[in-house]
């Protein structure tokens, strides 16, 4: 009997697919450019798990029901378009090639385009959750040729993973690059998140002196309130492990954080668009930083290290460290909307931003009760220019400032980095600010380069220019 799909790479999140859609009563065609791989992989299969091995392009591609659904998981890069190429002559015009890797949106902008050219239909599909999510149910961002969408929909809806009113975290994204922008969205909003816990985690241990198990005990508190998440329980988790002799294990694990490169991308595109993105991209240098490790041992010994202040009521500071945590997780998740609506604009998306908090409330690495409150925010209003205009964040904000302020201020005071909190505040205090100083920096650019300021109490689209080193006359000038 044809295979209803193929799944062609069979690495860690490949074969956890491949096992989810047979798990879903799906006939799935198997196959490894390296043949021993795939061998290993069905070796442990039961005869009727679904799973069909193919040891060629031809054999995978003739086992397909029509038209063909072939789903890649390959590292991200120049092998999807070497893969690509390699299937093209085998596949006919209304066949299906989806990239379920983590892909850069504008490669496969690219793909997307070429292959319509040759009726073919290209997915990039984002796939969050890693492997306990590609196995038990990931949450999945499809973009690219909406006419393939109807044909693989409900293949990927049940193994999506399922939100608590048993929706799938599947949604249609938008055309092209859409599906693999929103992924990368999602892994800068990773970053962002897994800074501000672990910021949080050293205000804990290195500010307030606590022991692990406190520490512990204190992010599993906050996972049953308004920080709950994924990110946060397995902290607590992690913060209970020891080593034979007792030691905490996390403590004897390098304090340098490595990035496969989807963070960058996401601090990058942000640049380009001109999204002030500072929380995740503080995030992003952060682990830059750590990577510094040679340096920050000598500069400790030379510059001397932390200097702990004695917070004045512990339990006060605690609360402030959790308000801080969730102030700033409503700036990040601001920072990044903003992002993916320059972009639905720039590249003439229609994003559903509603239903992209929908599909991130289960599977995915940054799942979280929180993902119900922004859904919930751009359901009462789909225009919604950014988060802190719906009332339930204006008020999140403004009663945790206080708290974040403390917090950031005793992080400053014991000389402990908080560069994505910090960055978060100054984000608040300047997103919310009618005056900033850009002012004087458009007369410093016009006194050295004459590049011209408009004047607030004259029409805005008059330039003008002030001869700051002559007569200091100003003078209108015309585009
Ligand atoms: C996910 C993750 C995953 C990511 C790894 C490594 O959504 O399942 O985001 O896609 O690639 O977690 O990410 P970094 O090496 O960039 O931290």
Redesign the pocket.
Known sequence: MPSDIAVYGLGVMGRNIALNLANHGMTVSVYNRTASTTEAFVADLPADSGIMPTYSLGELCDSLARPRVVFLMATAGRVVDLIIESLLPLLDAGDVLIDGG?SYFKDTQRRWQSLADKGIHYLGMG????EE?ARRGPSIMPGGDAAAWPLVREHFERIAAKADDGQPCCRWIGEGGAGHYV?MI??GI??GDMQLIAEAWQLMRDGLGMPATAIADTFAAWNDGVLRSYLIGITADILRVTDADGSLRVDHILDSA??????RWTAVDALETGVPLTLIAEAVYARMLSSLKEERVALAARLGGRQPVAAADQAAMLQAIHDALYAAKIVSYTQGFLQMRTAAAAYDWQLDYANIALVWRAG??IRSRFLDDIAQAYERDATLPALPFDDFFADALRGAQAGWREAVAFGIRSGIPTPALSAALSFYDGYRSADLPANLIQAQRDYFGAHTYQRTDRAAQQHWHTRWTDDRQEVAVDD
């Open positions: 983590n796939i969050s959750g890693g999510g992924k999602h892994n990773e970053y490595g990035q496969k490169g989807t963070g995915c690495i």
